[in-house]
């Protein structure tokens, strides 16, 4: 189906590629490049970029082709020139040949670079924070010193973030503390890699030797089912160490033995499935209950199984359930941004700058002089013999 | 994510060609808008090499790059048809071919 | 009184301090004041010389070698073992020097005030006279035979100075100055020459050049010498014996010793001679220095001309000092040249030849000068005969007696010659008229009769002319009869053929001398006045006449200092030998010689006949009207005279067959060698074109052709390819383009290099 449709999109494009050369008409040639140009951001939407298809429209097609199509209307060049032929009779056939040898070459590296050979490269790293650790209103995460998320609430859970490979110090502190000075609530060493989704949870009582950080992470691949799903379960019940999630409509055992702290990753295919968390071992009283949890293929799920202090300091159960695109934010604007004001500030604001300078220049180049240019005569000061001198109009400048 | 139907040499293959025809478009032509469309078009090139490696290698460096890249194919834009229009203004002609004053 | 032989230094200083107060303020003290200044000088250095021989007399006639403060370590290198100080020696022969020397010079410097009165070179005539005694006094007064070299070069130098005195007169006069100036010098040079190597082969052969040293007396007894005693009395003690053989012994111990030891070598590195030959070539080579200075032949042609010269510098230098320096010498070296009995035979001839043809020549001559100038060569030539014939004291009392009598004579010749320039001045009242041009106040033919017009003059020109006569009883009566008997007796006793010949000459020249002396008395002061000069002449002013008076008196009386032995009454009377004695404490072989009757006798009457005859022919009646010497008419002298006129055409011989062959090859030389090899060749040829060539080769070839052409060329080159690569500009966009993509097809190609290999299969 993708193919079929990158060779639809690429058709066009390579058909109103080819009119836009050959077409007489200045404003055709135009019009045809904007439809060349909105193809290839279709192609950009199928690539996973549909920041820059956003951008290419609006930019390229919209305020690039349209001054364009002013200075084509400006200098009446509708009319273009009759003869394709240059003044270089050999032109015609050396750019062929060249358009020959390039292609052949294009070619020669396209089927013998192995590009298919090798490993896509997993994808970056995302992480997002689920706080359900009791006793603490809302946290700051830290990953070596730097806010993963602040100011998280219980039972909430934020978006997943990009963040860079490598080992860490997660560091949980009180939302407001300052992690340089406050002691943190919780330290632990965790090793970000890619191709993974982390969700870093608290669990536990604070206070309580139970508590605990515990590192759910989704792998971002699907290359095992088709219209799978991969899934997360987390056991926050410190009460209760061995648990089982069991499907109750096929009645088996999705995650067995979890632990207390431990988080698992299954596969499923969608569906709507009605799950129950009961004590390892025991079918009689389910601790928690998800029914009709209606799953989507090509989606991340994470349960949480934890438990939330009521006002007279008993607890119940919870459980967190949520679903994220698998993928989710790579090429979207949000990422985009991220790196942009991050990494590559320095070349945004130089590129700032070279917009305004070009502006400028446009203005500069295309404005009437107020006084009108002088001819300016040079007068040699020492002509050498028999060189004549033009009579002087008006010298300086 | 993950791997797609579509191998990454097939958008390469395509960016190619229109790279090719681009070029020939700045080659070939007398109008001066003309080829300056033609370049446009193998910016647009390069930028689909560009994203489609940037999902291969799932970096969003690729994506920057062809940000940048349309940033400044719309600066030059600018700039190039400011001085299409200025050389018009003196010339009364956009034909490349009679722009060679900096003949050596 | 040993402490007035530290003042022997003053005796040269006093002179130099005159000399150079008059050097650099004479202009500002005025005649008066340099007069009172160089005079007072030489007087104070005669007053010193006076102590000295009183202090000699006092202390039993010791030497004394006394070092000078400054200069004592004058030569020293220790590596080649050379010594040579600084040192004045006082002993009898350098002090009846040092007497002679200022004692007569006093008496001419003060002479000289007057002569050369309203000179406007006046202060620097007086500061050469200074620097002339003190370079003469350095040569008597010096321990060592360098310090003698000093004072003889020194009194040469003087000379020079002095006889050019009057360079700048005009008429060509001036250039004739000059030329006898310099005369005098060359021609000392050539003595000087022989007297360089002399000293040289001395100092090689005994290692020092001092006389002898502090303390040190002379080995030979002077009895045991004239007795026939063996030579060799040690004075020193038998075990001081071998080391002082080769010890620090002066030059004459050391030869004595040497003599008696017998066959001792000297090693010359290509030869080694033995001593008694290397004696006899020392004394050779010292004795062609003393024909240089003292005017003997062959070199005695240089004092006529400096005649010159002011008269006093003829009567100070040319008459009593520097001309004796020569056989002052001689007598200083009389061990050497009683050793050398060849030698001795030389100088006796030599002498003996030049009195005889020096009194010949000065037969012939008129001018006043030039006969009292061969008459002077013709008593060195007496001196130096004596001292050939051994008869050392006897040459130095006629060196003291012929200081007298021969300056006073050339002061009253200066003192003619004024006369008669005075009176040339008031016969033509300052008008000289054209038929005066050949008036000339020295020449004799237009004297006469000054007799009356000037008496002093006369009359102490006659004792002048006795004494040289030598009438007893004046001064040279004494000393020239000692000669001849000295020269016979060698002769008689010691069986020398040069004493036998020798006293023939010496006889001859003694009558040639009374003869012209007379002829010349009565040219100038007898007869008739032949010029108006002569009438008009008038005696000179006091300061002139008063040395002239009192040279007149030790004319006469200086004679008997040296009384022979045996003569009646006189000996008795003053004392015998008195002059002897005194200088054989510091001359080892002087000796006295007894009076010989007969001799004298027959002497003094030779004279006598001498001036008889020169009456005679030059009598009143020639006197008056005088154009041609009665000799000349003469036809039996007529030749004899032609040639005594011509000098014997010495000068002339020399000229040609020294002077003229010696420029022409010099002028050759300079020709040949100098600017025809050196300057045309060498300079030319071999340095300066290669050179030009080289430098050609590097500018044209080098600089222009290579240099220039690269680095032009480099410019043209630039030029051409930028001219042929300006064509790619076309200015069509599409070309440049089109170059763009060919060029980055490129690039990518050759980054995909690998893989198109692979896949062409290569």
């Known amino acids: ?397 | 994510m993950g791997s797609s139907e579509v191998a990454v040499e097939l958008y390469v293959l395509l960016s190619a060609v229109l790279f090719i025809m681009g070029a020939m478009g700045v080659l070939l032509r007398r109008n001066a808008i003309l080829v300056f469309m033609s370049v446009e078009l193998m910016l647009n090139a390069a930028n689909l090499a560009l994203v489609a490696f940037a999902r291969q290698w799932a970096s969003g460096a690729g994506h920057l790059m062809v940000f940048f890249v349309m940033t400044v194919a719309a600066a030059e834009v600018a700039v190039g048809l400011a001085l299409i229009v200025a050389i018009f203004r003196t010339k009364k002609s956009i034909d490349i071919d009679n722009l060679h004053m900096f003949k050596g | ?762």
């Open chain 3, 1 to 762: 009184m040993d402490n007035f032989f530290d003042l022997v230094p003053l005796v040269v200083l006093i002179p130099l301090a005159g000399l150079l107060i008059n050097l650099f303020a004479g202009r500002q003290l005025g005649e008066r004041g340099v007069s009172i200044v160089a005079v007072g000088a030489s007087g104070m250095a005669f007053v010193i010389a006076v102590l000295l021989w009183i202090a000699q007399v006092n202390t039993g006639y010791k030497a004394a070698v006394i070092d000078m403060p400054i200069l004592a370590d004058w030569i020293v290198i220790p590596s080649a073992n050379v010594t040579i100080p600084w040192a004045f020696r006082v002993d009898s022969l350098s002090v009846t020097m040092m007497l002679a020397v200022t004692g007569v010079g006093t008496l001419i410097h003060l002479y000289a005030v007057g002569y050369m009165h309203g000179d406007e070179r006046f202060p620097r005539f007086f500061v050469y006279m200074n620097l002339f005694l003190v370079f003469m006094l350095i040569l008597v007064t010096g321990n060592n035979f360098l310090m003698m070299f000093v004072g003889w070069e020194g009194v040469g130098l003087c000379s020079y100075l002095l006889i050019g005195f009057w360079f700048d007169k005009p008429g060509g006069v001036g250039w004739r100055n000059s030329d006898a100036a310099r005369k005098a010098l060359i021609v000392n040079r050539v003595g000087d020459f022989g007297l360089v190597l002399g000293v040289l082969i001395t100092f090689w052969t005994f290692g020092t050049l001092d006389y002898y040293r502090e303390g040190e007396a002379p080995i030979v007894p002077h009895a045991a010498a004239e007795e026939g005693a063996p030579l060799f009395a040690p004075a020193l003690p038998a075990e001081e014996e071998a080391h002082a053989i080769s010890g620090p012994l002066g030059v004459f111990n050391q030869a004595e010793l040497w003599l008696e030891k017998g066959g001792h070598n000297v090693d010359f590195g290509m030869v080694s001679l033995s001593f008694e030959t290397t004696l006899t070539l020392i004394t050779l080579l010292f004795l062609l220095g003393a024909t240089g200075k003292s005017a003997q032949i062959p070199l005695f042609v240089w004092l006529p001309d400096a005649m010159a010269g002011p008269t006093p510098v003829s009567a100070l230098i040319h008459a009593a000092t520097m001309v004796t320096a020569g056989v002052y010498m001689m007598v200083r070296a009389n061990v050497f040249y009683h050793a050398a009995e060849f030698s001795s035979f030389v100088v006796a001839a030599i002498g003996a030849t030049t009195a005889l043809i020096a009194g010949f020549i000065a037969l012939g001559q008129w001018d006043i000068k030039r006969v009292l100038a061969y008459s002077t060569i013709s008593q060195l030539g007496f001196m130096v005969a004596a001292v050939g014939v051994g008869a050392y004291a006897a040459a130095i009392f006629h060196l003291v007696t012929h200081a007298c009598f021969k300056a006073l004579l050339f002061l009253g010749s200066g003192s003619v010659i004024h006369g008669m320039e005075h009176g040339h001045h008031h016969a033509t009242h300052g008008h000289a008229g054209h038929a005066d041009d050949e008036f000339d106040p020295q020449d004799l033919r237009f004297m006469g009769g000054l007799k009356e017009r000037m008496p002093v003059t006369y009359w102490t020109y006659l004792f002048g002319t006795l004494a040289i006569a030598g009438i007893i009883p004046f001064a040279g009566f004494w000393s020239k009869d000692e000669i001849l008997l000295d020269s016979l007796k060698a002769g008689v006793d010691k069986g020398l053929l040069s004493g036998y010949v020798g006293f023939v000459l010496l006889l001859t020249a003694a009558a040639f001398t009374a003869f012209y002396m007379w002829r010349q008395v009565s040219l100038i002061f007898l007869g008739k006045p032949r010029h108006a000069a002569a009438a008009h002449a008038e005696e000179s002013s006091r300061v002139m006449t008063v040395p002239l008076i009192i040279l007149a008196a030790l004319s006469l009386l200086i004679g008997f200092i040296n009384v022979p032995s045996g003569f009646p009454i006189l000996g008795w009377l003053l004392g015998e030998h008195q002059f002897t004695s005194f200088l054989e404490h510091s001359v080892p072989y002087a000796h006295a010689g007894t009076f010989s009757f007969l001799l004298a006798t027959f002497a003094v009457l030779l004279a006598l006949g001498a001036i008889y005859l020169a009456r005679s022919v030059y009598n009143d009646r020639a006197l008056a009207v005088l154009r041609e010497d009665p000799l000349a008419l003469n036809t039996r002298t007529q030749r004899a005279f032609t040639l005594a006129n011509a000098k014997l055409y010495w000068d002339e011989f020399y000229f040609t067959y020294v002077v003229y062959p010696y420029r022409n090859a010099a002028y050759w030389l300079a020709e040949q060698v100098d600017w025809r090899f050196l300057h045309d060749y060498v300079h030319e040829r071999l340095l300066r074109d290669p050179f030009n060539a080289a430098t050609r080769a590097l500018t044209w070839r080098v600089d222009k052709q290579i240099i220039d052409r690269s680095f032009d060329g480099l410019g043209h080159a630039a030029r051409r390819a930028a001219s042929r690569l300006r064509r790619i500009q076309t200015g069509y966009v599409h070309i440049y383009a089109m170059s763009v993509l060919f060029g980055a097809l490129l690039v990518m190609a050759l980054i995909l290099l690998p893989l198109i290999r692979d896949w062409l299969g290569l």
């Open chain 1, 1 to 397: 189906m993708e193919l079929t449709l990158f060779i639809i999109v690429g058709g066009i494009a390579l058909i109103s590629a080819a009119l836009m050369l050959i077409s007489e008409n200045a404003v055709y040639s135009a019009l045809f490049l904007i439809l060349n140009l909105m193809c290839i951001a279709f192609l950009f939407l199928m690539l996973n970029a549909p920041f820059l298809a956003m951008v290419q429209i609006t930019v390229y097609a919209g305020a690039i082709m349209v001054l364009f199509l002013f200075v084509i209307m400006l200098l009446g060049a509708e009319r273009t020139l009759p003869t394709i032929q240059s003044r270089f009779r050999w032109l015609a056939p050396a750019v062929v040949i060249m358009a020959l040898l390039f292609l052949i070459t294009v070619s020669v590296a396209l089927i013998n670079g192995e590009i298919i050979q090798t490993e896509p490269r997993k994808a970056e790293p995302q992480v997002r924070v689920v706080h359900v650790l009791d006793g603490v209103a809302s946290l700051d995460v830290y990953l070596d010193g730097e806010a993963v998320a602040q100011d998280v609430a219980f039972r909430a859970a934020t978006d997943f973030a990009p963040w860079r490979e490598g080992e860490y110090e997660l560091a949980i502190f009180e939302a407001g503390a300052d992690p340089a000075s406050a002691n943190p609530l919780l330290v632990q060493p965790v090793t970000i890699e890619r191709g993974k989704a982390y969700s870093l949870t608290a669990t536990g009582r604070i206070g309580a030797p139970g508590a605990r950080l515990v590192v759910a992470a989704h792998t971002l691949d699907f290359s095992g089912k088709k219209d799978g799903l991969r899934l997360v379960a987390v056991n926050a019940l410190p009460d209760r160490p061995w648990v089982d999630v069991r499907d109750e409509v096929y009645d088996e055992v999705l995650v067995g033995a979890l632990a207390y702290g431990e988080a698992r990753e299954f596969e499923l295919s969608k569906g709507t499935r009605s799950v129950a968390l009961y004590t390892t071992g025991s079918q009689r009283a389910p601790v928690s209950e998800l029914p009709e949890q209606a799953l989507e293929a090509n989606t991340l799920v994470l349960w949480v199984f934890a438990e939330q202090r009521q006002p007279d300091n008993s607890f119940t159960d919870v459980v967190i359930s949520l679903q994220d695109k698998a993928a989710t934010s790579f090429g979207s604007p949000t990422h985009i941004g991220q790196l942009l004001f991050t990494d590559y500030v320095l070349p945004f604001e130089l590129v700032a700058l070279l917009l305004l300078v070009a502006m400028i220049g446009a203005i500069v180049l295309t404005h009437e002089s107020l006084a009108p240019r002088k001819v300016i005569e040079r007068r040699l000061a020492n002509p050498p013999p028999g060189l004549e001198q033009s009579t002087p109009g008006e010298t300086g400048h």
